[in-house]
């Protein structure tokens, strides 16, 4: 892992530590054996899968793995309901822009506490991933960092940050990603300026807590969430 948090994980595509011991990533086939082995060397117990049921699946050049992923729990969390019409008007082909992080957590409650009580239920470390580790893990750790007391300029680069790396994937990809490609600097860099302010409108304006508690994650839970992300702030 290097000085900004990025986890180098054989394999792994957008690898960040957001606090404690959890982690974010995109998705998990592009890690090796290797890479599963260094991720358990480093605590990791659990696997939250944000992805829908059709996004799971292997890919001809994925690596072959072995059983390296049976000591892991893997849990799959997905943020989402593809099929809800009003998603499907913003979100079409998917979500791809923190602008409709509210929305996504207006429409699907119960789906976003369901992934932080997978995260307060594991036993050691956790890793959430999507497909690329840019919006709906984003949507997850700005929410994760937010409980954690983290500041703005944490949360805004922390998306900047996963932006910036799948972007890179994107300029050697092979195949070429259906809908994106990879954006020079000059057209990124307004992105990152406009992205990482929604992102923070977002989550301040959720009050992660809160939402939360209202939604069915109990005190203990958002305690052993916090533990995880080796947070001091009172409840």
């Known amino acids: 892992m290097n000085a900004r948090g990025q986890v180098s994980w054989d394999g792994a595509v957008n690898a960040w530590l957001v606090a404690g011991s959890v982690y974010r990533m995109g998705r998990r086939e592009w890690l090796t054996e290797a890479g ?16 829908n049921s059709g996004e799971r ?13 049976a000591v892991f729990d893997v849990v799959l969390a997905p943020t989402e309901d593809r099929e809800n019409p009003e998603f499907k008007a913003l979100c079409d ?3 791809n822009d923190p602008a409709h992080y509210a929305a996504n957590a207006r429409l ?18 956790v890793v959430i991933h999507c497909s690329a580790g ?8 700005a929410m994760l960092q937010d409980l954690a007391g983290a500041s703005d300029a944490e949360i805004v680069a922390s998306y900047q940050a996963a932006m910036r790396s799948i972007n890179e994937r994107h300029r050697t990809m092979w195949p070429p990603h259906p809908h994106e490609r990879y954006l ?21 304006g959720l009050n992660t807590r809160e939402y939360l508690l209202c939604n069915g994650v109990t005190e203990p839970e958002l ?6 992300l080796g947070a001091r702030v009172a409840l």
């Open 108 to 125: 699907f409650p119960d789906r976003l506490a369901a992934v932080f009580k997978a995260v307060a239920a594991a036993p050691g470390g």
């Open 93 to 95: 082909p998917y979500l």
């Open 57 to 69: 699946q292997r890919r001809p050049s994925d690596p072959d793995v072995g059983a390296a992923l």
């Open 36 to 51: 599963w082995k260094e991720a358990y060397r480093d605590g990791i117990r659990t696997i939250i899968d944000l992805r």
């Open 134 to 141: 840019r919006d709906r893990s984003g949507m997850i750790a």
């Open 223 to 228: 305690e052993a969430v916090l533990a995880a």
């Open 184 to 204: 020079d600097e000059e057209t990124l860099a307004p992105l990152l300026e406009t992205r990482g302010a929604k992102v923070l409108d977002f989550v301040r």
